[in-house]
């Protein structure tokens, strides 16, 4: 056998593909991390839900807020499980609100700020947060499971008794998180409250209250932010003149 290294035949041929040998005047081609990373923050991909570069707990809450809404309305608005939320009107807009928080926020996230269509959003989910605190008021639990069981959405004797209102549904509550025999029959209730009542209207009113509450909790934190800052501004002055 011979060696090939010491072949002086094979050592004259040219390789067959000129793209594979440098050329001496070649530049270089950047790797692709760092051609995207030269045009700028995750240059030409879609804006994340997380933001290494988003320091901004609230940008996180709010679409949280607009996930729980937009799951909401694809939930059922009452027991019957083909009376999902976007199929009604008020669904459809309280739907229409969730995608808009989430469309913005997501985009503040990506963009490390946020813009005044994030706050036009955040102010119309007073919307579908007026709407449902008026259904709660006014909902009657027994009334809307007999409604239900006679749609036939409820099989079987599922019922509460005549007067069960909120005062009783926390009450199950506690009794539901205990190990006492009757946990089972306490869950069950409070099972069929919120099954009357709609699981998807729930979590609408619970995405538009936290939004609603973190957009407060934010301004009473600027604010109190901007007093300190003022006040230590004052004491930096006075502390000048003395000197």
């Known amino acids: 056998m011979t060696d ?10 040219e390789p067959l593909d000129p793209g594979a040998m440098p050329m001496a005047d070649a530049v270089p081609m950047p790797s692709m991390p760092d051609a995207m990373m030269s045009q700028g923050p995750s240059a030409g991909l879609p804006p994340p839900a997380f ?17 729980l809404m937009v799951l909401g309305c694809l939930m059922p608005f009452s027991a019957d499980i083909n009376y999902v939320g976007y199929k009604t009107m008020s669904g459809a807009v309280f739907l229409f609100i969730g995608l808009g928080m989430v469309w913005t926020w997501w985009a503040a996230i990506h963009n490390n700020r946020s813009t005044g269509a994030s706050l036009k959003w955040l102010l119309l989910c007073f919307i579908p947060l007026l709407a449902q605190t008026m ?10 499971i007999e409604s239900a069981r006679q749609w036939g959405s409820l099989h079987g004797n599922a019922m ?17 998180l205990s190990k006492k025999v009757e946990s089972a029959d306490a869950a069950m209730r409070v099972e069929l409250f919120f099954r009357a009542f709609g699981t998807g209207r729930f979590f609408v009113f619970l995405g538009a209250l936290l939004a609603e509450f973190f957009f ?22 006075a502390e000048r003149k003395r000197r």
């Open 4 to 13: 090939s290294g010491n072949d002086p035949q094979l050592q004259d041929l």
């Open 51 to 67: 933001n290494q570069r988003c320091v901004d707990k609230m940008s996180y809450r709010f679409l949280m807020c607009g996930v």
């Open 135 to 144: 259904n709660l008021i006014g909902y009657d639990a027994p009334a809307a």
């Open 160 to 176: 509460l008794e005549p007067g069960y209102g909120w005062n009783s549904l926390f009450g199950d509550m506690g009794l539901a």
């Open 216 to 237: 407060i909790a934010g301004i009473a934190g600027g604010a109190k932010k901007n007093k300190e800052q003022k006040q230590a501004r004052m004491t930096q002055a």
